[in-house]
C-alpha cells in the first residue's frame, strides 16, 4: 500500500523552529525527486523545497536560506528543517514527489503565531 504520512507540525511563535518527517511506503523512494509542499488556506499548494535523488536541493524564495530539506534513502524518510518561521509559513504541509503523483498524505498543520 502506497503511503506518504507526514509528522512533526505544531503551533510555534514566529521565529521559531520546526523539523517535519515524511515517511513513504509503497513507493520507489529513492530515485526520484522529493519534495515538500504547503496549502494555506484560499491559496493553492505550492512547492517549497525540492531535493533530488542525489541530494541537490533548491528552494522557493519565500523560504530559501531559512528551510532545509534532507533525505534519508535507506529510511525512505524526507525531512524539512524550518527556522526563523514566519506567520505567513502558516499551512498544511505534505511531502510528495516532484512532480507529484496522483495521492497525497493528510498532511501536517504548521501555524505561527504569537
Known amino acids: 500500500q502506497r503511503q506518504l504520512v507526514e509528522s512533526g507540525g505544531g503551533l510555534v511563535q514566529p521565529g521559531g523552529s520546526l523539523r517535519l518527517a515524511c515517511a513513504t511506503s509503497?513507493?520507489?523512494?529513492?530515485?526520484?525527486?522529493m519534495g515538500w509542499y504547503r496549502q494555506a488556506p484560499g491559496k493553492q499548494r505550492e512547492l517549497v523545497a525540492r531535493?533530488?535523488?542525489?541530494?541537490?536541493?533548491d528552494y522557493a524564495d519565500s523560504v530559501k536560506d531559512r528551510f532545509a530539506i534532507s533525505r534519508i534513502n535507506a529510511k525512505n524518510t524526507v525531512y524539512l528543517q524550518m527556522n526563523d518561521l514566519k506567520p505567513e509559513d502558516t499551512a498544511v504541509y505534505y511531502c510528495?514527489?516532484?512532480?507529484?503523483?496522483?495521492?497525497w498524505g493528510q498532511g501536517t498543520q504548521v501555524t505561527v503565531s504569537s
Open positions: 509503497g513507493i520507489i523512494f529513492s530515485a526520484y525527486p
Open positions: 531535493i533530488t535523488s542525489g541530494g541537490s536541493t
Open positions: 510528495n514527489k516532484v512532480p507529484s503523483l496522483a495521492f
